[in-house]
C-alpha cells in the first residue's frame, strides 16, 4: 500500500523534546483505505512527538465527527467523536507493530509513517452501535419508524382481555387438569 505523504514525520532533524504537528482529516483520508462507513468526516488531529535519546513517544488526538447512517433508520447524521491515542516508535533490528502501543522500525530510519495509527484510532473510536439522535429525542420524523412501530411485538399487558370463545373442549379439559389439585 502507497503511503500517504502528509502522514510521515521525518524525525532525524529535530532536536529532542516536544514537536507539535496538525492535520485535518476528510473523506479522501477513507477512501484511501477503502473504507466506506463514513459519508463524510471532519476531524482535526493533533500530534505530540516527544524525541528522545533511544525512543519517540507519539500522542495522537483528535475531535471532531464522521457522517455515517443510523443503524435503525438508515438516515445519515454526524456522529461527534473524540479521542486519543499513545504509543512509543523504538529502534531495533527490523520492524515490529505486532504490538500496538510499542512499534520497532530499523536502526537508521529517518522517519516514521502515522497514518495507520490514525486510521485505527480513528475507526475504533466511533461507537458500534450508531443511533440518530433524533430517534432519542423523539424528533426525527422517518417512515422506518413508523413502520417498526407498527410492527412493534406487544407486551402482555398491551394485548386486549379477548378470550377466544371457539377453543376445543379438549384443551379446556386439559386446563381444568392444571387448576384442580
Not at 44 to 64: H, S
Not at 72 to 83: F, H, K
Not at 102 to 116: K, V
Request: hydrophobic share 35%.
Amino acid at each position: 500500500m502507497k503511503q500517504l505523504k502528509e502522514f510521515i514525520i521525518p524525525f532525524i532533524g529535530l532536536k529532542l523534546g516536544k514537536h507539535s504537528f496538525d492535520f485535518k482529516i476528510n473523506k479522501t483520508f477513507f477512501e484511501y483505505f477503502e473504507y466506506e462507513d463514513f459519508n463524510n468526516s471532519e476531524i482535526d488531529l493533533d500530534v505530540l512527538l516527544i524525541k528522545k535519546n533511544t525512543m519517540l513517544e507519539f500522542t495522537l488526538a483528535f475531535k471532531g465527527y464522521v457522517n455515517v447512517n443510523c443503524d435503525v433508520t438508515n438516515e445519515p447524521y454526524n456522529q461527534g467523536i473524540t479521542g486519543s491515542f499513545d504509543f512509543i516508535v523504538k529502534f531495533g533490528d527490523e520492524f515490529n507493530d505486532e504490538n500496538e502501543e510499542l512499534i520497532i522500525i530499523p536502526h537508521g530510519s529517518y522517519e516514521f509513517n502515522i497514518q495507520q495509527c490514525v486510521y485505527e484510532s480513528i475507526v475504533l473510536a466511533v461507537p458500534t452501535k450508531r443511533i440518530h439522535p433524533g430517534i432519542e429525542a423523539g424528533t426525527l420524523k422517518s417512515d422506518i419508524l413508523n413502520k417498526l412501530e407498527e410492527l412493534r411485538p406487544t407486551t402482555e399487558g398491551d394485548k386486549p382481555d379477548t378470550k377466544d370463545e371457539n377453543t376445543d373442549p379438549r384443551w379446556d379439559k386439559l386446563k381444568n387438569l392444571l387448576t384442580d389439585k
